[in-house]
C-alpha cells in the first residue's frame, strides 16, 4: 500500500510537471543587461523592437509598464510657416549680406520649436497590475533579443517583440492572483501636460487638438483607437488569456498609413502560439547574429559594442522607415518627443547606419537607402521650390515622409 502511495505520488508530479508551461529557453552572454530592479523612467527601460514596432519595459510608480510605439505615428499636417514668397535660399543669402538673419530665424528656425507638429507621436503603453512584492532580477538577453524579469516570490515574466510580425508578447509565470494587462493611453486632453522627467521633451500632447480616443474592453481583450490629424488614426490591440498562475498574451499597434490592422495581427498570434512565434522570432536573430562579430580584449568596449549591434537589429529592417532620432522608442512622459522624434538628415541618420558595412548587415541598412529612393520625388520639389533649381538636396530636418520641417535651416 506504502509503495503504491508513493506511485502515485510520482506519477502525479510527472502529469504536473508534463502539463506545466516552459519557459522560452534563452543563452545568455556576457554582454547583456542585467540589473537588480526595473528601471523608473521610461528613457532607461529595456529596448525591444523589430523597426516597425517597439517597446520599453520599466516601472511607473509601482506598475510595471510597457511603452507602446510605432515608427509610423505620425502627425504629417504642413509646416505652413515656412510656406509663402521668401521661402527661397536666395531670400536666406540676401538677409545675410544685410547682416540681418533673425528674420530667417522668425521664419525657418522659430516656428518648429513652437508649433507642435508636424512632429513623430507616440503610441500608448501597457501596465500590469501586479501585487507580488519585489524584482530579484532584470535581464535582456542580447541573443533573444528577450528580456526577463524575477520576482522575489518566483514569479517570472518573458517579453519579446516579434522580429518579423507588427506583435510583442508577454508570458507570466507562478503569478499568485489573476492579472488584466491594461492599455494607458497618451493624454491628447491636457494641453497643459508637464514633464516629469529631465529629458528634452517637446510640447504637451494636448496641443495637438485631438479629442481623446477611446478604450474598448471584452473579456481577454482590449483595444485603444486614437483618431489623429487629416484622417489619420492607429489602433492598439491585446489580447490575453490565464490559466492558473500563467498569463500568456499578444500586442499590436498598427497604423492607418499600413496594411496591418491590429485585431487580427493579435488574432492571428494567438492562434500560432508563443512558442511557435519564438521559434520564427529566433530564426532571424541567429541569421543577424551569425553575420559578423567582433572579439575585443576590454569587456567594457566589448559589452557596448554588442549592446549598440543589438540597437542596431532591433531598429532596422531592409522594408523598414530609417533609424529616426529615437527610433521604435518615442518618450513616454505624456509630452511629444525630444526634436519631435523627426529625421535629422545629418550625422543623426548617418552614424546610426555605419554598422551596416563593416558589420555585414547590408540587408539592414537598405531600410536607409530605400526609403531615401522612394522619397526622391519629394526632394527634387523641395529643391526647385527653396534653391530655384533642378536636382536633389535632401531637407536637414524632415518628416516621416520627407517634407521639410524647418528648424536648423
Known amino acids: 500500500m506504502k509503495k503504491e502511495f508513493w506511485l502515485t505520488c510520482i506519477s502525479a508530479c510527472l502529469l504536473a510537471a508534463c502539463c506545466e508551461k516552459e519557459s522560452l529557453p534563452v543563452t545568455p552572454t556576457s554582454s547583456d543587461l542585467q540589473f537588480g530592479h526595473l528601471a523608473k523612467t521610461w528613457d532607461e527601460g529595456i529596448p525591444l523592437g523589430n523597426a516597425t514596432v517597439g517597446t520599453l519595459v520599466w516601472q511607473r510608480d509601482s506598475v510595471l509598464r510597457f511603452s507602446l510605439d510605432r515608427t509610423d505615428l505620425w502627425d504629417l499636417r504642413p509646416m505652413d510657416s515656412i510656406a509663402g514668397p521668401n521661402n527661397r535660399f536666395a531670400w536666406v543669402c540676401e538677409q545675410v549680406r544685410k547682416g540681418d538673419y533673425l528674420p530667417v530665424q522668425k521664419k525657418f528656425d522659430h516656428p518648429y520649436n513652437a508649433l507642435p507638429a508636424p512632429s513623430k507621436i ?9 501585487n507580488i ?7 535582456l538577453f542580447l541573443n533573444n533579443a528577450l528580456c526577463e524579469v524575477l520576482w522575489e516570490n518566483g514569479t517570472k515574466l518573458q517579453t519579446f517583440v516579434h522580429a518579423d510580425e507588427p506583435v510583442g508578447w508577454f508570458v507570466f509565470e ?13 493624454r491628447y486632453s491636457n ?5 516629469g522627467d529631465n529629458s528634452h521633451a517637446g510640447p504637451a500632447l494636448g496641443r495637438l487638438g485631438y479629442k481623446q480616443g477611446t478604450i474598448q474592453k ?6 485603444f483607437h486614437q483618431e489623429g490629424w487629416g484622417g489619420f488614426s492607429y489602433d492598439v490591440v491585446v489580447r490575453w ?6 498569463l500568456s498574451g499578444v500586442w499590436s499597434l498598427t497604423s492607418s498609413l499600413a496594411a496591418d490592422r491590429a485585431d487580427q495581427e493579435t488574432a492571428e498570434a494567438m492562434e500560432r502560439g508563443v512558442e511557435a512565434d519564438y521559434r520564427s522570432h529566433m530564426n532571424f536573430w541567429k541569421g543577424y547574429w551569425t553575420q559578423s562579430s567582433v572579439s575585443l580584449p576590454d569587456t ?5 559594442y554588442d549592446n549598440e549591434m543589438y540597437k542596431f537589429g532591433a531598429a532596422t529592417r531592409e522594408d523598414s522607415y530609417p533609424i529616426s532620432l529615437q527610433a521604435v522608442w518615442t518618450a513616454d512622459n505624456g509630452m511629444l518627443p525630444p526634436w519631435k522624434g523627426d529625421y535629422h538628415h545629418d550625422l543623426n541618420t548617418q552614424l546610426s547606419y555605419w554598422p551596416a558595412y563593416t558589420g555585414n548587415h547590408l540587408q539592414e541598412g537598405m531600410g536607409y537607402l530605400n526609403t531615401l529612393w522612394k522619397q526622391r520625388d519629394v526632394y527634387k520639389k523641395y529643391t526647385r521650390e527653396y534653391f530655384g533649381t533642378d536636382g536633389m538636396n535632401v531637407p536637414g530636418v524632415c518628416t516621416l515622409t520627407g517634407e521639410p520641417m524647418g528648424g536648423w535651416v
Open 122 to 130: 507616440p503610441g500608448a503603453a501597457l501596465e500590469f497590475p501586479l
Open 191 to 195: 494641453p497643459d501636460e508637464v514633464a
Open 241 to 246: 488569456q490565464q490559466k492558473g498562475g500563467t
Open 133 to 139: 512584492g519585489k524584482v530579484s532580477s532584470v535581464h
Open 174 to 186: 507562478n503569478l499568485p492572483d489573476t492579472v488584466s494587462p491594461e492599455i494607458i493611453a497618451p
Open 218 to 223: 471584452e473579456s481577454g481583450t482590449t483595444t
Open 300 to 304: 567594457l568596449l566589448q559589452k557596448q
